[in-house]
């Protein structure tokens, strides 16, 4: 039973378990949370607030909380001490440069940029996934859910930097791609288009969603874990990624509670470390660039129109509103908050896409791995969070560090990343099992799975006669998924409430 205690403007709520007590602070009258902390009876009292500076709640940035903890003054921020989140906040920063930097530096090789703008490219994709998180964080979902490149947007600018369509202005068209995109969600979120999206997606369809996106990432992550292709004249590296995710879950599953806190900073120091013992070099060009720039618009030049970027623009963005959606669904069963605006969520998610169109990068969405990071440390405060995101967000300043930190083994990068799907997948079926599914929605899940992980499955090359803008609809199997049983869910819960209604008329 939640037990809830009003103070001078704060409630807390909190779960009197004899050994583990789960506070969260909200401002009365209210339903979102400014902090949460998991208490162990054994070694701290309840919180309360009184007039004395010893025992009281402080507003620091709208979520800042102060308690006398075991017997001494402790000044704690959203739920944690300022030592541990900084230290938490580094844990943060270390896992959004390896869910970033990857994208941009791929996408800098199709492009052939020269190191001095590719470095350019990676440091504007740190400053607007940094400063997107931020601005989600404080006034969007205000939940730690970081930004990242979209894999739809990366397909799409891989597909035009491939030659399959547009010409030398490629970049610039994408550029206004990206404007367009983001204009139109910024629409959407004004006139309230987010609510009625929202109500579609039921715990089953975000269900659905977390699998098919563990599906789909599991191999080029596992691919990514073990450095593959291994070139015969080169040394096999991925024994360093192995590594990396065996420490991860070693930590997060041990005894040691700070450990478990720290278990993903900790599996990707040491992975690191013995890489570099081993031998192992990334390579200069990534390094190249200078130290500090600042990032004008445009980074290739002033946007031009291209019909097939702009419609293949817009067809993105409808389809990244149901990984907005999900993503937040996620969190909000981690931390088992009340429901987050959408709308806001959406308006600000907009806003950054339209900033990735002026800093000339690829287009950013909030992370569903976030949910899986955040289970798998036990990080849920929002102040790391914003922290490392503002250190991201610096980055873009100096594309020297950017560069730098880009040379991050690729097989450490992704562990990091490996080792945070595990949890992804146990929300998945967490959502599934408090779905209590009909027959007809357990049917239409299967289809939705089987179709999702059989275009997965299927080569890039396909549908070579069909239109672009269908090519791109269909080789991502987790968007034809999601839909498809977002419309069966759908359909079945109306024909459900049919009957309900058909049935009590006639009892009347």
């Known amino acids: 039973m939640i037990q809830a205690k009003h103070c001078a403007g704060w409630t807390v709520t909190y779960s009197p378990s004899p050994d583990v007590r789960i506070f969260r602070v909200y401002p009365t009258g209210t339903n979102l949370p400014v902090g949460s902390y998991q208490s162990f009876a054994r070694e701290s009292s309840l919180f309360r607030r009184e007039n004395s500076s010893r025992r009281s709640f402080s507003d620091f940035a709208g979520f800042a909380v102060s308690w006398k903890r075991r017997g001494r003054n402790e000044k704690v921020v959203g739920g944690i001490g300022i030592a541990g989140a900084a230290g938490r906040s580094v844990q943060w920063l270390i896992y959004l440069i390896a869910s970033v930097v990857p994208i941009p530096v791929v996408l800098a090789q199709a492009f052939h940029l020269d190191p001095g703008t590719a470095a350019g490219f990676i440091s504007r994709a740190c400053l607007v996934a940094g400063a997107a998180s931020l601005v989600q964080g404080l006034w969007g979902h205000r939940m730690p859910i970081n930004d990242g490149p ?55 369809v975000t269900g659905c969603y977390l699998l098919l996106l563990a599906a789909q990432m599991a191999g080029p992550f596992f691919e990514g874990v073990l450095g593959l292709p291994v070139s015969p004249h080169t040394v096999w590296f991925g024994w360093g990624g192995v590594l990396t995710v065996a420490i991860i879950l070693a930590a997060s599953l041990g005894p040691v509670r700070w450990l478990r806190q720290y278990s993903v900073l900790v599996g990707m120091a040491i992975g690191w470390m013995a890489m570099a013992a081993a031998g192992y070099h990334s390579g200069d060009a990534a390094r190249t660039g200078a130290w500090f720039a600042w990032p004008g618009p445009f980074l290739f030049g002033p946007p031009v129109w291209n019909w097939s970027v702009v419609v293949n623009g817009l067809f993105v963005a ?13 969190m909000e069963r981690i ?12 308006f600000w998610h907009g806003v950054t896409t339209v900033a990735a169109g002026v800093a000339g990068t ?7 791995t976030a949910s899986g990071f955040v289970a798998l440390t036990g990080i849920r405060d929002r102040l790391p969070f914003l922290w490392g995101s503002a250190m991201l967000a610096a980055m873009g300043f100096f594309p020297g560090i950017a560069g730098w930190l880009a040379a991050m083994p690729r097989e450490v990068g992704y562990g990091v990343m490996f080792a945070s799907f595990t949890q992804l997948i146990l929300v998945g079926l967490d959502a599934m099992r408090q779905a209590h599914l009909g027959p007809g929605q357990r049917q239409g899940l299967g289809l939705a799975l089987l179709l999702g992980l059989g275009l997965t499955a299927l080569p890039s090359g396909a549908f070579p006669a069909l239109p672009q803008v269908v090519r791109v609809f269909l080789s991502n199997g987790l968007v034809v998924g999601t839909l498809v049983y977002l419309v069966w869910d759908g359909m079945y819960r109306w024909m459900a409430s049919r009957r309900t209604k058909g049935a009590l008329g006639r009892e009347r």
């Open 150 to 204: 979209a894999g739809l947007w990366f397909a799409v600018f891989f597909l035009f930097a491939s030659g399959a369509a547009g010409g030398s202005d490629v970049s610039r068209a994408l550029e206004m791609g990206l404007l367009a995109a983001g204009t139109f969600v910024v629409l959407l979120a004004v006139t309230g288009a987010f609510r009625i999206i929202r109500q579609w997606f039921t715990p089953a």
């Open 318 to 330: 409808i389809i990244l509103i149901s990984n907005l959606v999900a993503s937040v669904e996620a």
């Open 335 to 346: 931390l088992q908050v009340p429901p987050a605006d959408m709308r806001r969520a959406g």
């Open 362 to 368: 690829v287009g950013m969405i909030p992370q569903s």
